[in-house]
């Protein structure tokens, strides 16, 4: 990433433009694991990938998960450990397009409004057998409501239910979101088989 895309990214986080309520599709797709009813460590672990100031992990920790909360804005990092006190959330610092993702260890993987198509591979791998990957970010359509308008930054239609079509899906959605302002999304929750050797290809490269 380069220095001019980090600055902007700090200073929107230093004025607090990233703060706001859990995606109600996160949400909702964290009721339909929860719904499963499988038999879940006492203590789950779970991931938010380029997670901002944290509506999500927060989220997630107060679910029973110890969440691990990477970011690359400091700013946003340091709004999320202020907020998260007392939670079981580890906020890192870190260049998610470089950052390590271990293998087979999070119950959940949560990614939402940053996609990096080339980190796919590595997000499912590191879905532990049965757990759930959740994804939403915007989709081809978005370009009439505002950021973002690059095609190559927006999902196309049908892509993330393509990327995870071997894994069982939990709950998906695509197309215009209802609200104040309207945005094109799409979202999914895929759990990754109980048994499986993930061999899923890179679909191209999203920054946030």
Same mark, same amino acid.
């Given at each position: 990433?380069? !220095?001019?895309?980090? *600055? ?5 986080? &230093?004025?607090? +433009? ?22 879940? $460590?006492?203590?789950? &672990? ?43 959330? !580890? ?5 998610? +397009? ?15 409004? #940053? ?22 970010? #915007?989709?081809?359509?978005?370009? *009439?409501?505002?950021?973002? &308008?690059? $095609? ?24 215009? +979101?209802?609200?104040?302002? $309207? ?19 890179? #679909? ?5």
């Amino acid at each position: 990433m380069n !220095d001019d895309r980090r *600055r902007e990214w700090e200073e929107r986080h &230093r004025r607090g +433009t990233h703060a706001g309520p859990p995606s109600p599709f996160i949400v909702a797709a964290l009721d339909a694991i929860a719904r499963r009813g499988q038999a879940a $460590p006492a203590r789950r &672990r779970a991931l938010d990938l380029a997670c901002g100031s944290g509506r999500h992990a927060c989220v997630l920790a107060s679910r029973g998960y110890r969440v691990v909360a990477v970011d690359y804005a400091y700013a946003a990092v340091a709004a999320l450990r202020a907020r998260a006190r007392g939670l079981a959330i !580890d906020g890192l610092v870190a260049d998610v +397009t470089t950052w390590p993702l271990p293998s087979a260890r999070f119950d959940v993987v949560v990614v939402v409004d #940053f996609l990096e198509r080339a980190l796919l591979p590595a997000l499912r791998a590191a879905v532990a057998p049965g757990g759930v990957l959740v994804m939403e970010t #915007f989709m081809v359509g978005q370009e *009439r409501h505002g950021h973002p &308008r690059n $095609p190559l930054y927006l999902l196309r239609p049908g892509e993330l239910l393509a990327a995870c079509g071997d894994w069982t899906v939990l709950l998906a959605h695509e197309g215009e +979101t209802p609200g104040a302002v $309207p945005a094109c999304r799409a979202g999914i929750a895929a759990a990754r088989p109980a048994a499986l050797v993930d061999s899923a290809e890179p #679909f191209g490269s999203y920054p946030a």
